[in-house]
């Protein structure tokens, strides 16, 4: 039986790592999204991961004839035409507690209609969409300060966790399943939202526009906006609003205040671009300054970067030690898995200076910790900079 997993992103790099690690390269076939380009984003490349591990990637149209095959659609791009297949093994992972939220955007419409829990369905694929049978299900938890980000992340993690609990049934065909229930069931297309031109209505109460500021925030792909301000996360307040829906009530460098239409709300300018130029610039005093810093500590930019990793890149030690002081994580990655580790090396082999190397690795940093490419940093440091290879060998080896 060999196993074919479609899709995108880590859920299914993470499927397939446990596939490759359980069952052999030998038993897999990859079948690739139309958009996967093999760059590293948010997210990585299941087509880099798939040709770093030598890994068989066929066509769509290839799996068709395939009797002795399970199927798995892991954010698969295309629907699957159960007709066309030969096998009946077909599997699909479902980002919300189905019957609810078929279809599309179920990172942000759970959050837009204020729900309090959401999950994640593993069922079988039927001719319609998203309605076959049901597998499994776990449950996510919707929080007070929940993103479409901070969500799909949480649906990524727990996808993969239901998958690695059912894969062993799925494989030998002892699994269960049941009829979608009738009541609670949704249905969203694309028309459901216009990412095109998004807007938030003001005209709404605050705990609706909460939701709105909540379930568009997704930094690789937008930011909510408010009145020509990019916002980055909100506050109600207890104060009844008295004026009209949408007034500016105040305004400064951190945030303004709107009227609702029953309570004022807080809504906080995005700073994360002056926290990385504080940074970059090492200006700790500028940083100290900025309210809510705490939000921004593992925020990443559109190369993965966090302000811990710009200030190990650019040797700005005071700032780099105060980001550890709120625990920043000094083992984050970006998106080609480059440890903080890594950038502190460049800094110390373009300033001569090794002290942040000494503070990571003194501090919880994992010395050979590798990238998506297999290598940790002595590993390029070896042809970099041979005098600083043997003083972290010497100390650290």
Same mark, same amino acid.
């Not at 798995?72 to 159960?82: G, T």
């Not at 500028?286 to 925020?299: P, S, V």
């Not at 993965?304 to 920043?328: Q, R």
């Not at 903080?340 to 940093?365: P, R, S």
């Given at each position: 039986? +060999? ?6 992103? *880590? ?10 690690? %359980? ?31 030598? =890994? ?12 002795d095959i399970i199927f798995l659609s892991l954010e698969f791009d295309?629907?699957? %035409? ?12 479902? $980002?919300? =507690? ?37 597998i499994d299900q776990k449950e996510i938890r919707i929080n007070r ?32 399943? #049941? ?7 949704? #249905?969203?297309? &694309? ?12 005209? %709404? ?10 379930? $568009?925030?997704? +930094? ?9 301000? +990019? ?48 940074? &970059? ?21 559109? %190369? ?30 970006? *998106? ?17 200076? *090794? ?17 998506? #490419?297999? &290598? ?6 070896? *042809?970099?900079?041979?005098?600083? #290879? ?8």
């Amino acid at each position: 039986m +060999r196993i074919c997993i479609a899709g995108k992103n *880590n859920i299914a790099i993470d499927i397939c790592s446990y596939v490759l690690e %359980k069952y052999g390269k030998d038993r897999i076939l990859v079948v690739l999204n139309k958009t996967d380009n093999c760059i590293n984003t948010f997210q990585r490349s299941f087509k880099q991961f798939a040709e770093l591990n030598g =890994l068989t990637v066929v066509q769509l149209e290839d799996v068709y004839k395939l009797k002795d095959i399970i199927f798995l659609s892991l954010e698969f791009d295309r629907i699957i %035409k159960p007709s066309l297949f030969e096998t009946k093994k077909l599997y699909n992972i479902h $980002f919300s =507690l189905l019957p609810a939220y078929k279809g599309m955007y179920t990172s942000a419409l759970p959050i837009l209609n204020g729900e309090r829990r959401t999950g994640v369905t593993l069922h079988c694929i039927d001719a319609g969409i998203d309605t076959g049978d049901i597998i499994d299900q776990k449950e996510i938890r919707i929080n007070r300060s929940e993103t479409a980000e901070s969500l799909y992340l949480k649906y990524i993690e727990n996808g993969v966790k239901l998958v690695r609990k059912n894969l062993d049934k799925i494989v030998t065909g002892d699994h269960t399943s #049941y009829t979608q229930p009738i009541l609670g069931s949704s #249905y969203y297309s &694309k028309k459901a939202i216009d990412y095109s031109n998004l807007s938030i209505d003001l005209n %709404k109460t605050s705990f609706q526009i909460d939701c709105q500021i909540r379930a $568009f925030s997704f +930094r690789d792909y937008q930011m909510p906006s408010v009145l020509g301000f +990019r916002i980055a996360y909100s506050k109600i307040l207890k104060n009844r609003s008295y004026r009209k829906p949408g007034t500016l009530l105040y305004n400064s460098d951190e945030k303004i205040v709107i009227a609702t239409v029953d309570y004022d709300i807080e809504l906080y300018k995005d700073q994360f671009e002056c926290i990385l130029d504080c940074c &970059k610039n090492n200006d700790i005093e500028a940083l100290r300054r900025i309210y809510g810093l705490n939000k921004y500590i593992e925020t990443k930019n559109e %190369k993965g970067w966090t302000p811990l990793m710009v200030a190990a890149y650019n040797n700005s030690k005071n700032i780099f030690k105060y980001l550890y002081s709120l625990k920043a994580n000094i083992n984050a990655v970006n *998106n080609n898995g480059t440890t903080v580790l890594m950038y502190a090396k460049d800094a110390a082999i373009k300033y001569g200076d *090794n002290e942040l190397i000494d503070f990571i690795l003194q501090h919880g940093g994992i010395l050979f910790q590798k990238d998506f #490419y297999g &290598k940790n940093m002595m590993d390029y440091l070896i *042809n970099q900079n041979s005098e600083l #290879y043997n003083y972290i060998q010497q100390k650290y080896g």
